[in-house]
């Protein structure tokens, strides 16, 4: 994202059109998640569809032969199931990736922001860096710092990022977010999760958790909750959904 800067209604605004698009992305993910939460019985006539071609390929060659045709139909019916199971685990192991994504991008930004109004506490994270004379002449040790911290935080896990935002906002972290409560060691194991997805056994690992989506969201809605806090933004849990009908009131009829 573009450093906004230190005024308060264009900090105000880009808080809030990242919650924004953490409200429509964990709707259309939402969505999609509840194909994973479906009875395989829902799903089963795709499937049936989709292997009657096969079947009727195998039956035809085996006209003849009563035995292989009914083991044919039997094996059919398993491996349907045994699909529709794949499939809705496969979803579920997308959504917790793309939820993820959104969430480490969303609190990302809440970050820098929160960097440009207190660089002394985010260089913290940088303070081992090392520079040459050349680079403080040239760009000063201001712009090394904030440059450095701008670069830095990209780098940090989600459960990194989250941790060092809480201890930021100090007594800002206990913010009113009905119904949720932040949990660090919840959030390190979906990451951990995600990290063996995408480097392990991608979308057939087994994935038993299906809130990841809502889980990644209200991460999201708390990270910025706590910014607005920080910051007097006066942005609420209640007053979100409020601009954000209103958002939606402003925006083109199919836009």
């Keep these: 994202m573009g450093v906004p800067p230190r005024d308060q209604p264009t900090t105000r605004n ?4 990242t919650l924004f ?6 709707t259309a993910t939402s969505n999609l998640a509840a194909l994973s939460l479906a009875a395989p019985e829902i799903l089963l006539p795709i499937f049936r569809e989709r292997s009657e071609s096969t079947l009727r390929t195998l039956a035809s060659s085996y006209a003849g032969n009563v035995g292989l045709s ?3 139909s039997t094996m059919r019916e398993v ?4 699909a529709v199971v794949g499939t809705q685990n496969a979803i579920a192991a997308a959504c917790l990736v793309f939820s993820h994504s959104m969430a480490d991008g969303a609190v990302e930004e809440f970050c820098l922001i929160a960097a440009i109004f207190d660089p002394a506490y985010w260089g913290s994270t940088v303070s081992s860096q090392t520079f040459t004379l050349k680079q403080i002449v040239d760009g000063g040790t201001e712009d090394l710092l904030r440059t450095s911290i701008r670069q830095k935080i990209p780098t940090m896990s989600l459960p990194t990022k989250m941790r060092h935002l809480l201890r930021n906002a100090g007594k800002h972290a206990n913010v009113e977010h009905p119904n949720f409560s932040y949990d660090g060691k919840r959030l ?4 951990a999760l995600r990290h063996e997805i995408i480097h392990g056994e991608s979308i057939t690992l087994q994935v038993a958790m299906r809130d990841s989506q809502e889980f990644f969201f209200n991460v999201t809605v708390h990270a910025g909750l706590i910014i607005s806090s920080m910051l007097d933004l006066g942005i609420t849990h209640r007053q979100l959904y409020v601009e954000w009908a209103e958002d939606l009131k402003r925006q083109p009829v199919g836009g």
Excluded: N, T
């Excluded at 880009?14 to 059109?17: G, I, N, P, T």
């Excluded at 698009?21 to 964990?26: F, G, L, M, T």
């Excluded at 491996?79 to 045994?82: I, M, V």
């Excluded at 390190?188 to 990451?191: G, I, M, N, P, S």
């Design 70 to 72: 009914q083991f044919l």
């Design 188 to 191: 390190a194991e979906l990451d």
């Design 21 to 26: 698009r953490a409200i429509r992305s964990y």
């Design 14 to 17: 880009a808080v809030l059109q």
């Design 79 to 82: 491996a349907d199931r045994s």
